[in-house]
């Protein structure tokens, strides 16, 4: 079980290059299915999360070619993938597979979509919460899919295809939307979705799909509008860059000290942590070519936030965020609206020296002038990464075991960190 051996105390400063977004490469993989035609998707991130898409859709029967490296292309580049889903063999994704990575629940759209019926594991809960699939399922009903519950299976039937209706979303949910204009794409008639996810990895997939024939209007925004087509045909679409991959990176450098330029970062994206981060004492500048983040000699602010669906602050940052606030001359509070259970990284950054207190879904965090680096566990993906912060922050050394969580999400984290200064090595046992 691989870990990471961090000796804090050093600035950051250099270049980071941010990977495409693991969110927006995983419904677009999943796009694929929708059409029988290749689907060709550049800057898709190396990470174990893709890598387990690969092995599921590869079970239904679809090829996936990865594209070698081509002249001129840049370091860090992302991958080339060649999606061809045209036959699917087998509509069944199977718990084995889908309980190790969430998001492939979410092929039930295209499958039923296109193939009139399919039988997907559900995907199980997971540390930072129950992660209910009710409203993926009320969605895909609403047009007109036939669902039911056996072993832990969901097994949808569409006998006469899905149809256009109207879909309201009592909450927002990322993956309630991927799935609704999804299936909708080729549902006959109009689907009309009501208090959509606003995240710009839901815009990107409706872009995409938009390329591929489908007739979308509204992603990005709570009303989305989708008229169904036949069929959908192939295309070419880039990933969208990581803005979480971004963020992290920011809130390293504002808590280690340091001056970073994010090479391919979008700003847009990240107005409400970057609004925070200047809240926080951080200088943040934006150019052509990304993000330039500085923090040079002064002190850390405490700040207030609660996390909230796009352009919220987002919950995919809140744990970084507390390995900042860990450090800053104040007391500071961080609010989780989101999800049940995702102060596991409490704990955690508590072996740092930090003082945090929880009272129901707020944390209290008292900064303090020095954290003494220690060893850690990682529980998810983004607390994993709030754990390599505070380690890079603190005095001396820190091990960080269960780095497989960092995998999923972050790539080559330690060669980026390294490339600015940062004392960082992997350790495989
Ligand atoms: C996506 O998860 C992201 N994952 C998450 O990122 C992200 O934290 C989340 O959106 C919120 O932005 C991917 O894109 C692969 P939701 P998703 O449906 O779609 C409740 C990461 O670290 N809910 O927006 O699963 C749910 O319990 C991951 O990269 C229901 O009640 O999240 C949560 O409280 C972590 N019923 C809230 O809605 C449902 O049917 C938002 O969840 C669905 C969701």
Redesign the pocket.
Known sequence: MDRIRIVGGKELNGTIPISGA??AA??LMIAALLTEDTLVLDNVPRLADVAQLQRILGNHGVDITSVGKRVGDREYQGQTLRISASSIIDTTAPYELVSRM??SFWVLAPLVARMREARVSLPGGCA??????????MALERLGAQLSIDGGYVVAKAPNGLRGAAIDFP??????T?VAIMAASLAKGTTVISNA?C?P?VADLAACLNKMGARIDGAGTARITIEGVDALHGAQHPVLPDR?EAGTYAIAVATTGGDVQLTGARPELLQSPLGVLREAGAEIAVNADGIRIARNGAGIRPVTVSTA?FPGF???LQAQLMALMICAQGSSEITET???NRFMHVQELARFGARISLEGETARIEGIARLRGAPVMAT???ASVSLVIAGLAAEGETMVNRVYHLDR?FERLEEKLKACGASISRISD
């Open positions: 693991k969110n995983l419904p969430r998001a930072i919460g129950t992660r209910p699939v009710d409203l993926l399922m909450k927002v949910t990322v993956g309630g991927h996810a995240e990895e979480i669906p987002p919950t995919d989101i999800f049940e998810d993906l983004r999400g």
